[in-house]
C-alpha cells in the first residue's frame, strides 16, 4: 500500500502561483511513477501531469504545458506541482497518484493509488 497527502492548495488570483506537494509513505517511493489529475465541478477527473521515478521523464496535459512543473525528490518521498500564470479554468481539486511502473499513464484507471485531494480555487 502507498499513502498519499496532499498540500498546498488555496485561493489565488489569476495570474498568480501555487506549489502542491504530496507525500508518500508506505512503500519505496523511488519505484513508483507519480502523477497529478485534477477535477473540477461538473467534470470528468482529468491528467494534468506525470513524473518517472527518477525524474527524468515528464509528461503533461497540453492545457498546462509551459505553466506547471512537476518535480520529485525521492530523499524526501514528495512529489511537487508548481503551479504559475494560474487561470480561473486551473480551479479544481487535485490529485496526486502513484503506480508501479515505468510508463507515464495518462489514464486515470492506470494508476494505483491517490490522495484526498487538495482544493485550487483561481479567482479571475
Known amino acids: 500500500q502507498v499513502q498519499l497527502v496532499e498540500s498546498g492548495g488555496g485561493l489565488v488570483q489569476a495570474g498568480g502561483s501555487l506549489r502542491l506537494s504530496c507525500a508518500a509513505s508506505?512503500?519505496?517511493?523511488?519505484?513508483?511513477?507519480m502523477g497529478w489529475f485534477r477535477q473540477a465541478p461538473g467534470k470528468e477527473r482529468e491528467f494534468v501531469a506525470a513524473?518517472?521515478?527518477?525524474?527524468?521523464?515528464?509528461n503533461y496535459a497540453d492545457s498546462v504545458k509551459g505553466r506547471f512543473t512537476i518535480s520529485r525528490d525521492n530523499a524526501k518521498n514528495t512529489v511537487y506541482l508548481q503551479m504559475n500564470s494560474l487561470k480561473p479554468e486551473d480551479t479544481a481539486v487535485y490529485y496526486c497518484?502513484?503506480?508501479?511502473?515505468?510508463?507515464?499513464?495518462?489514464?486515470?484507471?492506470?494508476?494505483?493509488?491517490w490522495g484526498q485531494g487538495t482544493q485550487v480555487t483561481v479567482s479571475s
Open positions: 513524473i518517472g521515478w527518477s525524474g527524468g521523464s515528464t
Open positions: 497518484a502513484a503506480v508501479r511502473t515505468w510508463t507515464l499513464p495518462v489514464l486515470e484507471k492506470m494508476w494505483d493509488y
Open positions: 508506505g512503500r519505496t517511493f523511488s519505484n513508483y511513477a
